[in-house]
């Protein structure tokens, strides 16, 4: 199976931060990376798919990059709504494996 | 609007049998994945496996092949997740969700999750 490391494992950030997320595979696995915010209590909620291509409601201040095995998420002005766990996702076969997580939380 | 809504909260002992479902509307039941998705307590996302209900093709994670079955009844649009022996270990919550449309192959993979349903609590203690 692929392996997904994400770094760092928590984040602290204040409101207006600029932030980072890396995901890196074992392998290459193309463009097919998912990246995903969780909230408490909730279902995840998918924000980017083929490593760059964003849903509808997703803020500007979201941007997304890599491909093979090193993949970005950027939050360049971190807003309150954005503090959660975030998640990458290889799909790029039937075995689907997710990253460990990163915890974005207040400084 | 899309929807996936599954079943309640479940308390079992280990050894013991479980179904839990997912009811799906909205969308075209047979052209579409149907994914299972563990989330334990505290921890990420593992993928259980998925079903495409359009013939019934079912793929699992290797972690989970062999101790649970997925199916779908295309009558009542709804997919389920069913052990036979539960464990401790089972314990978690579990999320349906629906992929993107179509099948896998090799220059297309739909399996990134758009739509989920609200979990279902699996609790196994004895």
């Known amino acids: 199976d692929i392996r997904m490391t994400q770094s760092p494992s928590t984040l602290s950030a204040s409101i207006g931060d600029r932030v980072t997320i890396t995901c890196r595979a074992s392998?290459?696995?193309?463009?097919?990376l998912a990246w995903y915010q969780q909230k408490p209590g909730r279902a995840p909620k998918l924000l980017i798919y083929?490593?760059?291509s964003f849903e509808d409601e997703v803020p500007s201040r979201f941007s997304a990059s890599g491909s093979g095995t090193d993949f970005t998420l950027t939050i360049s002005s971190v807003q309150p709504d954005d503090f959660a766990t975030y998640y990458c996702q290889d799909y790029s076969s039937y075995s689907v494996t997710f990253g460990q997580g990163t915890k974005l939380e207040i400084k | 609007e899309e929807q996936l809504v599954q079943s309640g909260a479940e308390v079992k002992k280990p050894g013991e049998s479980l179904k839990i479902s997912c009811k799906t509307s909205g969308f075209s039941f047979t052209t579409y994945w149907i994914a299972w998705v563990r989330q334990m307590p505290g921890k990420g996302p593992e993928w259980v496996g998925a079903?495409?209900?359009?013939?019934?093709?079912?793929k699992y994670s290797p972690s989970f092949q062999g101790h649970v079955t997925i199916s779908a009844d295309r009558s009542t649009k709804t997919v389920y997740l069913q052990w036979s022996s539960l464990a401790a270990s089972d314990t978690a919550i579990y999320y349906c969700?629906?992929?993107?449309?179509?099948?896998?192959?090799?220059?297309?993979?739909?399996?990134?999750?758009?739509?989920w349903g609200q979990g279902t609590l699996v609790t196994v203690s004895s």
């Open positions: 079903i495409y209900p359009g013939d019934s093709d079912g």
């Open positions: 392998q290459s696995i193309g463009s097919w």
């Open positions: 969700a629906r992929t993107a449309p179509g099948r896998y192959f090799e220059f297309y993979s739909p399996f990134y999750l758009r739509h």
């Open positions: 083929k490593a760059s």
